[in-house]
């Protein structure tokens, strides 16, 4: 999925996953949409990409490889951010991430629960990061 930013107020930056979503979802069946969330990719790689391989028809089996993490911040745990920037980040995200959830659990693609839970996890694991300068990291992995 791609990421699409929209600005709904001057000078002001929404994430939006849930409009193109919704374009996708009302032009194709759903059994040729197929969506990954990044926390899940981030889990378990390998269940990702074995579901993937099934979705698309091919032998899930192959090729058989390990995966590492290619992360050229290999130095830093993480990208460093402010407390209150994160907070006002999420909270710039959160509606959209709602709406996604929604549709995601309204077409049968993901429980919207589990989906809403893996996010709130990610944000909460970052707010966890911070010390007590407020200065946090946000996971680059």
Not at 1 to 27: D, K, Q
Not at 28 to 42: G, H, K, S
Not at 113 to 128: G, I, K, Y
Request: hydrophobic content about 35%; glycine content about 4%.
């Amino acid at each position: 999925m791609f990421v699409t930013l929209v600005c709904a107020v001057p000078g002001h930056i929404n994430s939006n996953y849930s409009e193109p979503l919704s374009g996708w979802l009302r032009t194709f069946p759903t059994r040729q949409i197929f969506v990954i969330q990044f926390e899940e990719l981030q889990e378990n790689p390998a269940k990702v990409l074995f579901d993937l391989k099934v979705f698309l028809g091919l032998d899930p089996e192959q090729p058989d490889r390990d995966f590492y993490n290619v992360n050229s911040r290999q130095a830093r745990k993480g990208y460093p951010i402010k407390r209150g920037q994160y907070q006002r980040l999420v909270r710039m995200v959160k509606d959209d991430s709602q709406r996604v959830a929604e549709m995601l659990d309204q077409y049968g693609l993901a429980n919207q629960e589990a989906w809403l839970a893996r996010w709130r996890a990610t944000w909460d694991n970052v707010l966890q990061t911070c010390d007590f300068g407020d200065n946090c990291e946000v996971d680059s992995n």
